[in-house]
């Protein structure tokens, strides 16, 4: 089941996108590697999307929306795993060479021709209601701050705080399992400035200057993620009289929110006069973004996005998937904001950074 409609560039990338975009952040190899032999690099992520088969089994196990789902959980392991070892023999075979989007598609092309087609759906649903109870508390301990740029700064550390729900991650799949994450103490555990990008002092600096007119936010994760985090954000925004696009996933993957799970969410926040405690949001837009991994290629987006995004004066790619691993350092034709936490050891030394260090990159274009 991938998604059936047309796609198109995201229309804020610089032209032609073949020379000056490219979705992966982290290269995997080089023209000058031997095409037949997998690299160093290769091999120690293939090893990662390896080392999540055991959870990814698990959750397939307990998806009782799929008759025999134990032996097809089983299949999608054993399947998954033998992909993974014929990559690391050849990395040209199943489409290769790899790279993080070929290596997500895999799985999730496994598990959908298996017939499971959410299997985060029950623990989404429960963050989601967890996180709909905190929503009013976040909001309020925000709007008390008075100093906007403390304001500004409390939003995205709400945002980074969010992103650690990531059930992609196995060492955070497993921390989550046992007890769960709180979200105000996840905000006061960050880990301290300088984070390994930090643009903030620049993002709030031109946010106070002068607001952006209309934002496109590419978001990630159910629950705290965009409940506690990118939605009191957009909320501010939507405040400061900007526009406010929320681009989501077409299909489930991992535990990312979908659309129309989005739209459900919206629906449980707003108050009686439909306001998102007390601000209007007749300027927030919920788009399907045509995707359907953890990851995001912006040269194929859903007609919708691309539609609501041709006057956008700002991008936001948030989280580890779409604002790291894929598009870090993708240029737009307005500013840009990427925007997430790190959750693989491989990444944090890719960036020369900590486990669960914070990435703020603001790009600004000069009109």
Not at 139 to 163: P, Q, T, Y
Not at 221 to 248: H, K, T
Request: glycine residues 6%; proline residues 6%; hydrophobic residues 40%.
């Amino acid at each position: 089941m991938e998604s059936d409609s047309v796609m198109v560039p995201f229309p804020l990338l610089p032209v032609p996108i073949e020379s000056n975009y490219r979705a992966c952040t982290i290269p995997y190899r080089f023209p000058s590697d031997n095409p037949r032999k997998a690299t160093p690099t290769e091999i120690s992520w293939i090893d990662l999307f390896s080392n999540s088969i055991p959870s990814f089994k698990e959750r397939a196990e307990s998806d009782t929306s799929v008759p025999d789902a134990p032996a097809r959980a089983e299949k999608f392991a054993q399947r998954y795993g033998e992909i993974l070892e014929d990559l690391k023999k050849d990395p040209e075979s199943h489409g290769g060479p790899p790279d993080c989007i070929l290596l997500c598609r895999i799985r999730e092309l496994i598990l959908r021709e298996l017939g499971f087609r959410d299997i985060f759906k029950k623990v989404k649903d429960e963050e989601n209601a967890k996180a709909i109870t905190l929503f009013p508390e976040v909001v309020r301990l925000s709007d008390a701050i008075e100093d906007e740029g403390k304001r500004i700064e409390n939003l995205v550390r709400g945002i980074f705080a969010g992103n650690i729900f990531d059930l992609g991650s196995a060492q955070l799949a497993e921390v989550f399992s046992k007890d769960g994450m709180s979200f105000l103490a996840s905000c006061q555990n960050l880990v301290p400035r300088p984070w390994v990008i930090d643009d903030l002092d620049n993002f709030q600096a031109r946010w106070l200057k002068k607001p952006w007119k209309k934002a496109v936010i590419f978001v990630d994760n159910s629950g705290a993620d965009i409940i506690l985090g990118i939605l009191p954000f957009a909320r501010e925004m939507l405040r400061q009289g900007m526009q406010v696009v929320l681009a989501a996933n077409e299909l489930p993957s991992i535990n990312d929110v979908t659309y129309t799970e989005l739209a459900e969410i919206l629906s449980k926040l707003k108050d009686e006069n439909g306001q998102l405690m007390g601000v209007d949001i007749s300027n927030l837009l919920i788009a399907n973004s045509g995707n359907d991994l953890p990851v995001i290629d912006l040269a194929r987006v859903s007609q919708e996005v691309a539609y609501l995004s041709t006057d956008a004066d700002l991008v936001i790619l948030e989280g580890m998937g779409r604002g790291i691993e894929t598009n870090l350092y993708a240029q737009f034709k307005c500013d840009s904001l990427k925007i997430g936490m790190v959750k693989h050891p491989e990444v944090a030394q890719f960036l020369g950074g900590r486990l669960y260090d914070c990435v703020i990159k603001y790009n600004e274009v000069q009109s």
